[in-house]
Each structure stands twice: as C-alpha cells, then as structure tokens.
C-alpha cells in the first residue's frame, strides 16, 4: 500500500532533526543481537502502554520459532549464511529515535492509517549493495519514510519460494537464499515519500545500492488491527 497522496511529508525542521540523531549514534546502533527483542518490546510498550491487545500481539509476534530442520535460510548467527554476500551484504543499522520523533508520528500519522503504529526507529544501510531476501520480524508491516535511497536504481524485491523448497519455512532473522527463490515484483522507492510495505510474511530483499552511499529511512512499525 502506497501512502504516498495522504500522509504528510516530513517538515524540514524534523528532517534536520532526525540527522541530528544519525549523526551521534555511532554507539547506539541495534543490529540482530539478544537485545534487539527485547528493545523492540520496550519500544512497543512505551508506544500503546503495557496491558494493551496490540503489546498482547506484539508478544505473539515476538516468538520466533526458528528450527534448523525446516529453515528456507540460514539463521544470523551462522557464520555460513555470510559467506556468499560477505563481500556485497550492506551493514544495516537500527537507531532509535527520541520523544521529538514520536511525538510527530503519534500526532500527524498514526490518526490517519487503520492499523497500529507500535514503534518508530531509523534504519541506515550502508557499505554494501544488498540486503538479502528476509521477512521481518515483531511487525506485520513497515511504514518507510527514505530520506536517501542508496542509490538511482536501488529495488525492494519481492518473492515466492520455488516448488522444490515450499515444504521450508522463512524464519526471522535468517538470510534466505537468492537461488530457493522467484522475484515476482519489484519497484523503485522515491525519496521522501510514505510507502507500506507487507515485511512479515512476504520474503523482501534491497539490491542495486551504490555501496559509497546511505540508504536511511524512518520505519514506523505497524501490526495489524
């Protein structure tokens, strides 16, 4: 879903306020260890308040039963699954953002979609040309916002599993295989501009970035009502 005609761009006040943030982060980045998780929880419940049916789902969601003996991918942790990308695999970093950001999410764009917005964090990729096809995790979707695309002919891919691997399952947090896999879209993002994308059950990939460049963006977290 494309949100692009109804929900405000970001004001140049934010904007400048938001690299303000990237810019001291360097220490704060939030990749896929232990703690991610649990920040996205705390995120959750500090967004819809603890008790809620959305932190009741998000609770659901955060239950990630990755089983190595039916997995379509390998899971982060297994040094093998880097070694075809190592030389091409982006770094992608997760940044909170602060009660400034919030606030403007919580005001100007939560009241104008039907689902639940359950956290808000910058995603910066870097150093590389791919993110490998993935589904995501602790959300049914991602509401993006990209201040810099990584490049002039970066897609966000889409793709179904190929019949041989179908008995297979995409997991969270593994990276699953170009060759198990058949693209049947794709699509250029613009620069700020509001996309939904469908992350938690859809497998997606980022190829095409100029690894010299930044792919940021805002990503509000949404579950489904």
Request: net charge negative.
């Amino acid at each position: 879903m494309d949100y692009r005609t109804t929900l405000p761009q970001i004001p140049k006040w934010l904007e400048d306020h938001i690299y303000e943030i990237i810019k001291k982060s360097d220490d704060s980045q939030i990749r896929y260890e232990d703690e991610f998780q649990d920040r996205m929880e705390e995120e959750a419940a500090n967004w819809i308040g603890r008790g809620d049916k959305e932190l009741e789902a998000i609770s659901e969601i955060a239950k990630l039963d990755y089983n190595e003996d039916d997995t379509l991918g390998l899971h982060f942790s297994n040094p093998k699954a880097y070694e075809t990308y190592n030389t091409t695999l982006a770094k992608f970093d997760f940044i909170p953002v602060d009660d400034i950001v919030n606030q403007w999410v919580k005001e100007n764009i939560q009241p104008l979609i039907k689902e639940s917005v359950v956290g808000v964090n910058l995603q910066v990729m870097h150093h590389g040309s791919i993110i490998t096809p993935h589904v995501d995790e602790l959300r049914h979707q991602a509401l993006n916002y990209q201040f810099e695309t990584g490049g002039d002919n970066v897609t966000t891919s889409y793709y179904e599993v190929l019949p041989e691997y179908q008995h297979l399952k995409a997991y969270p947090r593994t990276l699953i295989p170009y060759e198990r896999l058949k693209k049947i879209a794709e699509t250029i993002i613009p620069a700020r501009t509001w996309v939904c994308l469908n992350v938690m059950s859809t497998i997606h990939s980022v190829d095409g970035m100029d690894s010299t460049k930044r792919r940021i963006a805002l990503s509000v977290s949404v579950i489904n009502e």
